[in-house]
Structure formats: structure tokens, C-alpha cells
């Protein structure tokens, strides 16, 4: 192994500490949390949104404007929603974490709220996402729209193949019926015309007979092609129930998913803040401990902006006297000799053989203490 790859091992291996093992999924799983407040308020808008526009074209106004205020209204609602949600959880998961993830009565409160807003955003992105899976009711009315349209057509054209034969068997049943009326006044000896006429009732019966077997044949066919959309029909019915059936399971693992995001996201983040300030706490505290003293010995030696530049600085031994009087801090002395050590080499402080004076405003001073805090990070680390 070269040292190159070495050093890249080595760092890589130096930042698998808490920080840097979480730092990465907190800031991936808090953003994402985001993506899931706003699939929330998508599958919550299509259980909200039609209730809204029913209500407010019955009551307020229709066509347009009621389209728009109930658009308005829901995304208003449902994103105020998600807010106020995740404010709740999060406080919820501070006070959770920071008591040791034990329910005080504090947090059980804040535990109460959050369970009943989290079950409601449950039920508004659930049924939500039913509704916008469920498109069964649309697609058969389609459907059946189709088979009627087609039911009527095929009727249309049956129709017309049966009107050539029964306009045929009226002629001829109109015809039979005077050649019945010309035999029954026939005198009884006219033997061959009664034989003739009966002939020809004969055979217009048997054509009558053919051709009402020929329009029971076409009323056959057109029932067995209705019969045929019916249950092509039925089939896409069942397609559809079949189709809803699925999109419902995946549009609620999706719904179910993005509330799980939500609650992940605020409580890892929450998690993760907590326990990085607490790895932390003893490591940086020292150092704001020290700037916070050096910030008030600063304002009384200033005696909060009256000591101007130039004027002379309390001496170290009656700030010595002073400080262990007031304060209770072990070793004051060396506290104090130190202070006045880091004032001078930051230029606050100006020490002239064994006087010392007043080298920076007292705005200035303050604006040094406050990036103090670097400095001193530095060398507490080397220690």
C-alpha cells in the first residue's frame, strides 16, 4: 500500500466516529422527510379536495370559482396540516429523547397530541390514496357507455336484415288471406281453382315459414353478439375490481411510506442533534466556559463601555483579589494570569514595562471574545 492510500484510509476510517456515521443519514432521511409531507398532502387531496367542491357548489358557487376555492381551500388546509405536524412530532421526539426516551407526564402530553395527528394524517393519506387508486367506476361507465353504443348498432344492422323478410311474409299473409276470402266464396265444383288456390296458400305458407326461420336465425345472431358484449363486459368489470385491487395495496404502501419517512426523519434528526451535543458537550464545553468568563471579566473591566483606549487596566493583583472574592473558581490566580496573557497577544490589552492599558474599544473587545472560540478549540485539541 502507498502512503496516498494509506491517507485516504486513514481519513476515511478517522470519520467512522457517531458523527460520521449518522451525519449522512440524518441529512438524507430529515430531507426526505420533506418529499414525505408532500405525498401526504397528495394522496390527502383526493379524499379532501371532492368533499370540499360538493359542499361549495351546492352552498357557495359552481363552475370555475367553485373549482378554484376548493383547490385553494384543501392545498391551504393540508399544507398547514403537515406544519403544525411536524412541529407536534418534533417536540414530541426533543422531549422524548432528552428524558432518556422515557414518558413523563410533559411528554405524554406532547406524546398525545402527536399520536392523534399522525393518526388523522393516517387516515386522510389512506383513504386518499383509495380514492385516487380506485378509477373502477369511471373506466366500467365507460365501459358500459361502449357495449350500449354497440348494443344499438348491431340492432340498427339486425334490424335491416330483417326487414326484407318480414315486408315479404306481409305480402304474403296479405296475399294468402284474399286468396282464402276468394276460395271460401268459390262455388264447392269449382274442384281445380279450389285446388289452385289452396296451392298457393300452401306455398306462401311455406316461404312465410322460411323466411320467419330466416328472422329467428338474424334475432339468434344478434342476441348471441349481445350476449358476447355482455360478457366482455363483465370481463372488463372484473379487470378493473382486479386492476383497483392493486393499485389500492400500492398506493397505500407508498401513502404509508411517506408518513413513515415523516416520523423517521423528525425523530432520527432529533435523535441525532441530542447525541451529537451530548458527545460533544464535554469536548467544547470547557472552551465557551472560558469565553463566557472572558466575556464578563471584559464588561468589568470595561466597566461595560465607560473604560475607553488608552486607559489604564485594572492590575492583576486586585483582579486576582477581586475574581476569588466574587467567584468560585478553582485556581482564580492562574485563571486570571492567563486572561490577561490571551487579551495581550490578541490585542486587547497593551502592556507598557508593567503598566497595562486599554488597546481596543470595547466593542471590539467583545467582537475578539466572541471569536475566541476558535483559537482556543485549536489548542484545547492539542491537549
Known sequence: MELKDYDK??????????????????????????VGNIGSIFFSYFLLYPALLKAITINL????????????FTLTFLS??????RYLFRNFSSDYV????????????WFSVSLAIVILSFYLSLVGSKNLATTSVSQNTIAVTQVDTRKDSLTVQYERKKVTYEQDNQLLRNASNELRSTL????????????????SIDKNTVIINSNQNEVN?????????????????????????????????LFIIIAIFSEVIIISGIFFHEWFEYNLFFINHQKFNKIYEKKDRYRALIMFIYNEGKI?????????????QLVSEKATLQNSNKFVDEFLKDMDKVGVFNTVGKRRFIAATYQDALAIIEKFDDTLRILENMK
Do not use: C, H
Open 217 to 249: 336465425r338474424i334475432d339468434d345472431q344478434l342476441k348471441q353478439r349481445v350476449s358476447e358484449l355482455k360478457s366482455s363486459l363483465n370481463s372488463t368489470i372484473a379487470n378493473n375490481a382486479t386492476e383497483d385491487s392493486k393499485n389500492i395495496v
Open 308 to 320: 475607553n483606549v488608552g486607559d489604564k487596566v485594572i492590575s492583576g493583583m486586585e483582579l486576582k
Open 184 to 199: 271460401s266464396q268459390a262455388p264447392v265444383g269449382w274442384v281445380s281453382v279450389r285446388k289452385d288456390y289452396q296451392s
Open 61 to 72: 358557487v359552481t363552475g370555475f370559482w367553485g373549482t378554484t376555492l376548493a383547490f385553494i
Open 98 to 109: 432528552k428524558n432518556e426516551k422515557k414518558i413523563s407526564s410533559a411528554v405524554f402530553g
Open 9 to 34: 484510509l486513514r481519513k476515511k476510517i478517522n470519520v467512522k466516529d457517531f458523527e460520521g456515521n449518522n451525519k449522512a443519514l440524518d441529512k438524507w432521511l430529515f430531507g426526505f422527510s420533506f
Open 80 to 85: 398547514v396540516f403537515e406544519i403544525i405536524k
